[in-house]
């Protein structure tokens, strides 16, 4: 067994992923650990063979990691923090509070769109005088304006009391997208809560003597680099702080997607580069300074350590650090070990202290790019410099570098495309040409901001040289990216592959890296390899082989989207489209790429044939650029048109770049959709010109097929809603849209008893602020016989007719048929 260690990790990690995804009994896992563990004795008692002491060790690395992380996602779901939620008055509405929380701040204040936000770990709960123990974590927004001069106090380690309201994160259940509240919690995040202002915020207690020492050194980093550097560019000291110490929170949101799409964005992720270049430094200082190797290693090994801490906890940082630490202690006992060695301890580590980091795109990324590299770079670089020998024999020795640096963007790139797929539905070939010039760019600029800042102690001039350079640099690393305006194609989106195609991809790169296996063997695994390549990047452009609705029937599915509306109408045959996109005020969040894109792919879109924005405010566009770049729609349906309005503008704009048809409907308008005929009801042509966003000029929109109708109403009001029922032809059943998300001011008893209809959705967040869906709406409807859904409640409700009878079925479980013609609304389960 060449490399046990790596077997052992292998196994842990396994195990750690089947004890989340499988329902499995924590007792029997326990049972089945101790047998385990007690034949592991007998068989170092015995002296068993090779083979039966590594399926020993398999099996029990496996049992313990199924153990681990059983136990640890059970732990993270159900927090105390959670279930005293849950026994709250205001749960049942998704919203608690304000309520007096204390705890420890897990992050240094970070700045964001609407203020400030703040991580914390609650300890006690309750109100003055009246606070329990707890624990759980919550992730607060801070608003107002008085924040500003209190968030330097508000460091990492630090004690703070604070009035917040609480709600659960929205989960956007929907097919094809994981459960963004479930993926919350795993990272430490029971709820979310919100604090009024600043002044709520009370610092009750400092930090360990570490944590204040790691704050003071991380608010010096970016007071100095924020004067070197930030007097030539605010971006580019937003670059060096990240790189410098992984503060990536002045990153504006273009930069952000230049680095992403362009693969690059790794290289401001504080990773094993960063870790080499920064234990070069000081190996090279400490020799120049005469000390002695041993006492060096270990001093760099404690310096590390420190910057490890001082910097956090992700997984790169970990994975990187704890790597350099085992090669220095290592050379402390002149021993030598392989690199996949190393990374197997320093993933067995980090799955020891935080099982659920498996799940982590960090922990993914970081660690499959090294193995990449570890395992591959070597038979890149011959088969490289074979190729290079036909033309040039022997190859100058300056080519050496780069071809090493290409062979290792190859095996990360490879090593990481299905990843990346799975994890971000993108596919970057950029990488392969831009890591030349960010891979330089970002060490120079590693190097010119960590001199920048003894520099500043010395004289400001002197700092202000060194951040030029680095300024230079950083803008070097961004503006490489332009590559993707001249070669658009280098980037494409892609949907996320399936489990047997992840199994085959990688099952064959392993075989191609493995050092055994015959030509005939290896050509295979090539082969497999390149196909399970080809169908993961052609997805976009096939049809999906699954996720379609039955032949001859109409689907209708509305998406949870949160405070938000997105419905996709797919008709038989194949054709589709999409009324509104979801959206929100929050540019970090693009709810189109991240939750639209992702559920129309796993229901069997790959392109629209139109799509529909109802009208201009930001809980319904918001999404649809992602949308027209990821599903190139034949046309864009507007209603009455705002001149001026930014986000039209842009999106008239993309329209145009793809080859969109933009269409201009009113009321009287017909289209047909394969079988399935859609009338536009609402808005009569305009007689004056609009300045601004009106919800009485949404589209309305009725779909009808056999004797269904669907009426998706957007956000209309009652002096809307009364000629929109009188325009209604007679249906034998319909299902509705509730009008602007339930509000107290839409569906009137007018339009409800006009449409009559047997299932009625309201598309709402949970615990929404405004209190959608109001009662007395919801009142309405059910007592006219309606079975009323909310997606924030219910998830994506999904409804399915072939004209004569209804399926529902939403993604919390509720499944219910109705047949046309019988009894009215009347249902049963199916």
């Known amino acids: 067994m060449t490399s046990p260690t790596a077997l052992a990790a292998v196994a842990l990690l396994v195990g750690a992923v089947a004890g989340v995804w499988l329902p499995l009994p924590l007792l029997g896992i326990r049972v089945v650990l101790v047998v385990v563990w007690a034949l592991a004795v007998a068989v170092v008692s015995m002296r ?9 060790l398999v099996v029990g690395f496996t049992t313990g990691g199924l153990l681990l992380g059983a136990t640890r996602y059970a732990a993270a779901l159900e927090t105390p923090l959670a279930r005293w939620f849950a026994d709250q008055p205001g749960a049942d509405i998704g919203r608690v509070g304000p309520v007096l929380l204390e705890g420890r701040l897990r992050a240094d204040a970070m700045p964001t769109d609407y203020g400030v936000a703040l991580r914390l770990t609650v300890a ?12 759980g974590g919550v992730r607060l927004s801070v608003g107002g304006r008085l924040w500003s001069g209190r968030a330097a106090g508000w460091r990492a380690g630090r004690v703070v009391r604070v009035y ?13 997208v994981a459960d963004q509240a479930r993926r919350q919690a795993m990272r430490g995040t029971a709820l979310l809560g919100s604090v009024k202002s600043g002044l709520l915020v009370e610092v009750v207690r400092r930090g360990s003597a570490p944590a204040e020492l790691a704050a003071t050194v991380r608010a010096m980093v970016r007071r100095v680099i924020g004067r070197a550097v930030g007097r030539y560019g605010v971006r580019s000291a937003a670059i060096v702080t990240a790189v410098l110490i992984g503060d990536r929170t002045g990153l504006d949101e273009e930069t952000t997607r230049r680095l992403q799409e362009g693969g690059t964005y790794h290289v401001i992720a504080i990773s094993g580069g960063n870790i080499v270049i920064l234990a070069g430094c000081l190996l090279l200082l400490g020799r120049s300074a005469g000390v002695r190797p041993r006492r060096l ?4 090994i404690v310096l590390l350590v420190a910057y490890a801490y001082l910097v956090g906890h992700e997984a790169s940082v970990a994975r990187a650090t704890t790597a350099a630490v085992i090669v220095l202690g290592a050379g402390l006992l002149d021993h030598r070990t392989p690199p996949v060695n190393v990374l197997a301890v320093a993933a067995i580590g980090i799955v020891l202290v935080s099982p659920l980091a498996v799940f982590d795109a960090g922990f993914l990324l970081t660690f499959g790019a090294t193995v990449g590299i570890v395992l591959g770079v070597s038979r890149v670089v011959d088969t490289l410099s074979r190729l290079l020998a036909r033309w040039v024999d022997p190859p100058p020795r300056w080519v050496a570098p780069p071809l090493t640096l290409l062979a290792a963007t190859l095996c990360a790139e490879a090593a990481l495309m299905p990843i990346g797929a799975a994890l971000f539905a993108r596919v970057s070939l950029a990488g392969l040409v831009l890591n030349f010039v960010a891979i330089p760019m970002m060490t120079v600029t590693q190097l010119a901001g960590l001199a920048a800042l003894p520099l500043a102690a010395l004289h400001p001039s002197l700092a202000s040289i060194a951040g030029y350079v680095a300024h230079l640099a950083a803008t070097g690393l961004v503006e490489s990216t332009r590559l993707l305006d001249v070669c658009p194609w280098l980037v494409f989106r892609v949907p996320a592959p399936a489990a047997p195609v992840l199994v085959l991809y990688y099952g064959a790169l392993m075989w191609l890296l493995w050092t055994g296996g015959s030509v005939r063997a290896r050509a295979v695994a090539k082969t497999l390899l390149a196909l399970a390549a080809l169908w993961i990047v052609s997805a976009p452009s096939r049809p999906a082989l699954r996720g379609r609705p039955p032949a001859g029937w109409m689907r209708v599915s509305f998406l949870d989207v949160g405070q938000a509306d997105a419905t996709l109408v797919q008709a038989p045959g194949g054709r589709s489209l999409l009324v509104d996109a979801g959206g929100s005020f929050s540019s970090r969040f693009d709810i189109g790429s991240r939750v639209v894109a992702p559920a129309l792919w796993a229901l069997g879109v790959r392109r629209l044939d139109a799509a529909v924005l109802t009208h201009g405010d930001p809980d319904h566009i918001g999404g649809m650029a992602a949308v027209l770049r990821d599903f190139a729609p034949r046309e864009v349906w507007e209603g009455v048109p705002v001149p001026g309005h930014r986000r039209l503008d842009q999106l008239r704009l993309s329209a145009n770049a793809i080859g969109a048809h933009w269409r201009r409907v009113v009321g009287g308008d017909r289209f047909d959709l394969g079988e399935v005929s859609i009338v536009v009801v609402h808005p009569p042509p305009p007689d004056w010109e ?11 929109l009725e779909v009808r097929f056999g004797d269904v109708a669907v009426l998706l109403p957007g956000d209309i009001g009652r002096e809307v809603e009364g000629r929109v029922a ?3 032809d007679p249906v034998a059943f319909r299902i509705v849209k509730v009008p602007h998300h339930g509000s107290a001011g839409s569906s009137s008893p007018g339009l409800v008893e ?16 405004f209190g959608h869906p109001a009662a007395v709406v919801v009142r309405r409807y059910r007592d006219i016989g309606a079975l009323v859904l909310e997606t924030g409640r219910d998830g994506a409700i999904v409804i399915e007719t072939d004209g004569r009878q209804v399926r529902v079925r939403t993604e919390a479980g509720r499944r219910v048929r109705y047949r ?11």
């Open 297 to 300: 290693a270990g001093g760099v």
């Open 690 to 700: 609009r300045v601004r966003v009106r919800n009485d000029d949404s589209i309305v």
């Open 164 to 176: 917040a309201t609480l709600r659960p994160p929205a989960a956007y259940r929907n097919p094809g």
């Open 124 to 135: 006690r709960i309750g109100r003055p005088g009246a606070m329990r123990t707890t624990s």
């Open 820 to 830: 046309v013609g019988r009894k009215r609304c009347e249902h049963q389960p199916w």
């Open 754 to 769: 006009a449409t009559a209809p047997c299932v009625a959705i309201v598309s709402a967040g949970h615990a929404n602020p």
């Open 48 to 56: 068993a063979g090779p083979g039966t002491a590594t399926v020993v």
């Open 726 to 728: 009188g325009a209604l």
